[in-house]
């Protein structure tokens, strides 16, 4: 049976674009809005609807519309509030829009008196605005009438939200203030035309009919109050957490936009911060709690919301934001020669640094095996090392997948000749030494370790340079587009990398020149083959069946590729139990030999 594989095809425009797009994530749809109704933390999904008619714009009023002028049930249901003749969807080149155009342009009758929307109409069916009920104070039961009263607001709105894409006519009644809910229209009008697409169907971009903050109008003002003491650390995107401090025009900055200064350039900054003052910027606390008191109060924000910087790419933008310049990194001369680069020295070298960063991870104590007495802190310390260890070997283990489909990408548009699996580490690493170079290594954690990391990790170094050059060539035509964005993420991830060992740094700070030294180490050596024989061929399981996987990706298989990806993965947890085990007892696993 041949089963048939569809690429996802993303509605979001900027999933698309052949760049990393400044602004939200490439996922952000509107439907993924978090508490996307009414009012709504991010937006109030009635005034989407509220131009659900080209032309038109209303009002929806509800009995919850307390302080409103309309509030008194003839006064409910959906308002005119104007209408607009530079809606782009009239100006569409169809029979429908100038029709609706024409009739908008000569119902002057509009402009006077209070319109609502009296009725929709849909493939045949009639919705009327209004509901009817027995009038209790009649004399006689058996001659009451019925009063015609018009819906709430909020139930004309979910009405109106029900429609769906296609023709919709509707009518219109202009109501006497002040009349009794039954009382007859002092006149009526009625409009063919449609409900409107709200984004594009093949962009996702909103519609050009709604004017800028229309969408936020009836939230919080200013919505910061209304996320002051939410359960934070997740708002990805309209509520930042932590940021980097702004890069003032003139000041020197790395080909990633973020500043030359070491501190600036990876310090992490609390995004509600109340003393705004450059120079007295400190790195955010790890938690709600501790941030707390150094952030914005609730009438603070009130008055002084506009001093919270506007963030892209993660990174406070205070004044007009400037798209940052393209790198201009040498391209390689031929598809071969990028192949080359990267199946000899960066893929090797991704795979090498997961195992040196997982070496490191199992050389540092357990929190069982803290000396919480001596220093009360080692416990969180460790798990802090050991969790920022493990996230950046997990990373480094991706970047060696990306690399792999750079190469099986290549194969597949026919640049190169052949794609063989690269899971073989690398001889070398970036050092500060003469030649640019060290012989890999298994070492701790050690403050020394450390340095070294941050030097393999650091922005415009050997990896951050060389990935330059590979996005520089896969910006060429003929290489096909999507394949920039592996290249960047890759890029983008080593500034990540750097900035967790700068806060490793940071933490070992407590441990210096004490006695015995590093003392939230474990006393561990690199075992023996004889000792390590189960990790081991466990490791070498974990390489043949990721040799699989990415051969059957090659081959234009990625179902079955699944399979023995997945039972990779599987046995990386059972190796990771392992190594745990070994270093218990003071055991490394030689995962290459000594030299």
Same mark, same amino acid.
């Given at each position: ?87 782009? @969807? ?18 002057? *009758? ?16 009639? &919705? ?16 009451? =009438? ?70 936020? =109008? ?37 080909? @990633? ?7 600036? #350039? ?15 910027? #400190? ?29 892209? *790419? ?25 192949? *080359? ?46 969790? =920022? ?70 922005? #415009? ?41 700068? @806060? ?26 004889? =000792? ?56 490394? &696993? ?6």
């Amino acid at each position: 049976m041949t089963i048939e594989v569809k690429r996802p095809f993303p509605r979001n425009l900027t999933a698309r674009a052949a760049y990393m797009v400044p602004g939200n994530p490439v996922t952000t749809r509107p439907e993924d809005a978090v508490a996307n109704c009414y009012p709504g933390l991010e937006l109030d999904v009635r005034n989407l609807d509220r131009r659900f008619f080209p032309g038109l714009v209303f009002e929806f009023v509800a009995r919850a519309d307390t302080g409103s002028p309309y509030t008194t049930p003839e006064r409910y249901g959906a308002l005119l509030s104007y209408v607009d003749i530079y809606d782009p @969807d009239l100006q569409l080149d169809t029979p429908e829009a100038r029709h609706l155009n024409d009739l908008l342009n000569n119902a002057s *009758q509009l402009a006077t008196g209070d319109w609502y929307l009296d009725w929709v109409e849909q493939a045949g069916r009639r &919705i009327t605005m209004s509901w009817r009920r027995p009038d209790p104070t009649r004399e006689d039961p058996a001659r009451r =009438q019925h009063e015609r009263t018009p819906l709430d607001g909020l139930f004309v709105w979910r009405l109106v939200r029900s429609l769906e894409q296609g023709p919709v006519k509707l009518g219109l009644a202009r109501r006497t203030p002040g009349a009794k809910p039954d009382a007859k229209p002092s006149a009526t009008l009625e409009l063919p035309g449609w409900r409107r697409r709200f984004t594009d169907a093949s962009t996702g971009v909103v519609s050009a009919a709604y004017q800028p903050g229309e969408l936020l =109008q009836s939230l919080c003002s200013p919505w910061q109050h209304d996320f002051r003491d939410c359960a934070c650390h997740y708002w990805a995107s309209n509520h930042p957490d932590v940021v980097l401090g702004e890069v003032r025009p003139g000041e020197p900055t790395l080909p @990633d936009g973020r500043s030359t200064d070491p501190v600036r #350039g990876t310090l992490q900054l609390d995004w509600l911060r109340a003393d705004r003052r450059r120079d007295l910027a #400190g790195g955010a606390m790890n938690n709600i709690v501790k941030n707390r008191p150094f952030q914005f109060d609730h009438f603070q924000l009130n008055h002084d919301w506009q001093e919270l910087a506007v963030v892209l *790419q993660d990174q406070e933008i205070n004044s007009v934001y400037v798209p940052r310049t393209a790198d201009t990194a040498v391209p390689y001369a031929t598809p071969a020669e990028l192949a *080359q680069v990267i199946r000899d020295q960066l893929a090797p070298l991704e795979m090498t640094l997961a195992i040196e960063y997982l070496y490191a991870n199992f050389s540092v104590r357990d929190v069982p095996e803290a000396d919480a007495a001596r220093w009360p802190t080692m416990p969180g310390d460790v798990t802090f090392m050991r969790h =920022q260890l493990l996230l950046t070997a997990q990373s480094e283990m991706l970047h060696l997948r990306w690399a792999n489909e750079l190469l099986w990408e290549l194969y597949d548009a026919k640049l190169v000749p052949s794609y063989t699996p690269v899971l073989t580490p690398a001889l070398q690493v970036p050092a500060p030494t003469p030649s640019g170079f060290r012989p890999r290594a298994l070492a701790p954690l050690t403050p020394e370790a450390v340095e070294g990391f941050r030097f393999i990790e650091d922005p #415009g170094g050997f990896i951050d340079t060389t990935y330059c050059r590979v996005v520089a060539t896969l910006r060429r035509p003929e290489y096909p587009p999507h394949l920039i964005d592996l290249a960047q993420r890759v890029a983008a991830d080593g500034v990540q990398h750097f900035s967790r060992f700068s @806060d490793i740094k940071k933490t070992l700070r407590t441990y210096k020149g004490v006695t015995p030294a590093n003392p939230y180490l474990r006393t561990i050596a690199v075992g023996t083959p004889e =000792q390590t024989k189960a990790a081991l061929d466990l490791f070498e399981k974990i390489r043949a069946r990721l040799a699989v996987g990415y051969s059957l990706e090659a081959r234009g298989q990625p179902v079955a590729s699944g399979k023995p990806v997945g039972e990779a993965r599987q046995v990386m947890l059972e190796l990771n139990e392992i190594a745990e085990s070994l270093a218990r007892q003071g055991i490394g &696993i030689p995962f290459w030999p000594s030299t």
